[in-house]
């Protein structure tokens, strides 16, 4: 195997948008900017975050670890 030939890893985030309070912290801090402020709000009150750029997403967990609500997972990609 050569050095090319190494695939990134990829994931897929899931939002729970009903557990989501909008601190913001997941978009914030993603890396690779794959998350974004929706402009709807939902059941709370709160602007949950979206996944803007789902092909960016590194499947680094940052998001799933830094969120205070748990309404973040992230799964490996198919």
Partial sequence: MLFGDIKPK???VEVNK??????GFCVQYCP???LDTALEFNAKGYHPPYVKV???CRNCNFCELICP???IKVKPAE
């Fill in 32 to 34: 690779m900017k794959v």
């Fill in 18 to 23: 009903n557990w989501c309070k909008g601190c």
């Fill in 10 to 12: 990829v994931g897929r």
């Fill in 54 to 56: 789902p092909e960016n």
């Fill in 69 to 71: 609500e748990f309404a």
